[in-house]
């Protein structure tokens, strides 16, 4: 079974960069047509697409995060990060990193999720 866990800081400060990382064990996120995508709910809003990267490396952003926004991997230790620069308090929200089997346009291609981490930007 897949399992993905986000880890970062909890609090950072405005204009610092958000900086998480998705550890994903039982499953190889190199493995063929496999979409690893970052996902942030902010609080009494919905879920909100960040990006993401493919199993062959490629990557992809949501147009509204592409400046500032940049994800990774590291294949030697199965994780993906994100990387969130010049951060607002309006980028407070509960962080998933989540799969998706083929391509992942709509949320109920995710078939595995992180918990989730809460992120405050505040000064």
């Known amino acids: 079974q897949v399992q993905l866990q986000e880890s970062g800081p909890g609090l950072v400060k405005p204009s610092q960069t958000l900086s998480l990382t998705c550890t994903v064990s039982g499953g190889s996120i190199t493995t063929n047509y496999y979409y690893w995508s970052w996902i942030r709910q902010p609080p009494g809003k919905g879920l909100e697409w960040m990006g993401g990267i493919a199993y062959s490396g490629s990557t992809y952003y949501s147009p509204s995060l592409k400046s500032r926004t940049s994800i990774s991997r590291d294949t030697s230790k199965n994780q993906f990060t994100l990387q969130l620069s010049s951060v607002t308090p309006e980028d407070t929200a509960v962080y998933y990193c989540?799969?998706?089997?083929?391509?992942?346009?709509?949320?109920?291609?995710?078939?595995?999720w992180g918990q989730g981490t809460q992120v405050t930007v505040s000064s």
């Open positions: 989540a799969r998706a089997e083929l391509w992942g346009s709509k949320w109920s291609d995710y078939d595995y």
